[in-house]
């Protein structure tokens, strides 16, 4: 007899029910090893990137796996507001959506019309096929599926910050997220996140949010404007990646054990002749 299954809690579910910000990380290696390492940590989110790292459908697929037996939830980042795309994220299992570049209360109302099936919506309904309903083993996922995924969209120009009510009060979006880089790209303040300019659009949108009744969660490396937005009312963050973590790691054991001066590259590889 095969098993009944139960969805898991979305990230919308872990929100609602915290007494504290949740804090995250960014998984962008695209290794199922990593992002279980990182699922391992304490943190209460991972966010699995696919805009900007080399993310496909399978290794999200497999990342989804691995981190699946830890107390961790696995948002993804499709990377683009994309009705097919969304489709083959949902059927693959991903729950928790984070979908960037969103711009309007319009742009808002596709993305969650992608995550609902017909009529609410226009997912494509492929449950017997797919991950998401375990192969039909979720008892009623056809109409249980929209409680079943959180849609939080991300906040990142000068024109989704000046429209950030009207994309609060769209139905379905769980939550905002504020992406300072592009924000401070669209302000002609390329690289200057922490401008005052910047950082008061944000805030501006965490108080929104709050106005709203939403949660809002911002991406903040620096950890004194983590803390900062923290304090302002951020309910979620993200405060390192992987790759980054790495990084900065190997950099710093290359400098605790091999003298200052120029790098030599080893014989045979580029730029060594």
């Not at 375990?134 to 000046?162: C, G």
Request: aromatic letters at 6%.
């Amino acid at each position: 007899m095969p098993l009944r299954i139960e969805p898991d809690a979305t990230f919308r579910d872990a929100l609602t029910a915290s007494d504290r910000s949740l804090a995250g990380m960014w998984v962008c290696s695209g290794s199922p090893l990593i992002a279980e390492l990182c699922a391992g940590s304490g943190l209460d989110w991972l966010l699995i990137d696919a805009e900007h790292s080399p993310n496909g459908l399978e290794s999200i697929l497999a990342q989804l796996q691995a981190v699946r037996g830890y107390p961790v939830h696995p948002v993804v980042r499709p990377p683009v507001n994309d009705t097919v795309l969304i489709k083959q994220y949902l059927d693959l299992g991903v729950q928790n959506l984070l979908v960037p570049m969103v711009d309007s209360a319009a742009e808002a109302e596709a993305a969650v019309a992608a995550t609902r099936y017909p009529p609410q919506g226009v997912r494509g309904v492929g449950s017997a096929l797919a991950r998401a309903a375990r192969w039909n083993r979720i008892p009623d996922y056809l109409a249980r599926a929209s409680e079943t995924i959180s849609v939080t969209v991300q906040i990142e120009s000068e024109a989704a910050v000046a429209a950030v009510e009207e994309i609060l009060a769209v139905d379905g979006v769980d939550a905002i997220f504020l992406g300072p880089s592009d924000l401070a790209a669209s302000m002609g303040l390329l690289g200057q996140q922490e401008h005052p300019r910047v950082r008061g659009a944000v805030e501006h949108c965490l108080a929104a949010a709050q106005a709203a009744g939403k949660p809002a969660g911002v991406n903040a490396f620096n950890p004194e404007t983590a803390r900062a937005y923290l304090a302002a009312g951020a309910a979620f963050v993200l405060v390192g990646a992987d790759v980054a973590l790495l990084a900065r790691g190997s950099e710093a054991l290359a400098a605790a054990y091999i003298p200052s001066g120029p790098a030599v590259a080893p014989a045979g590889t580029p730029g060594s002749y």
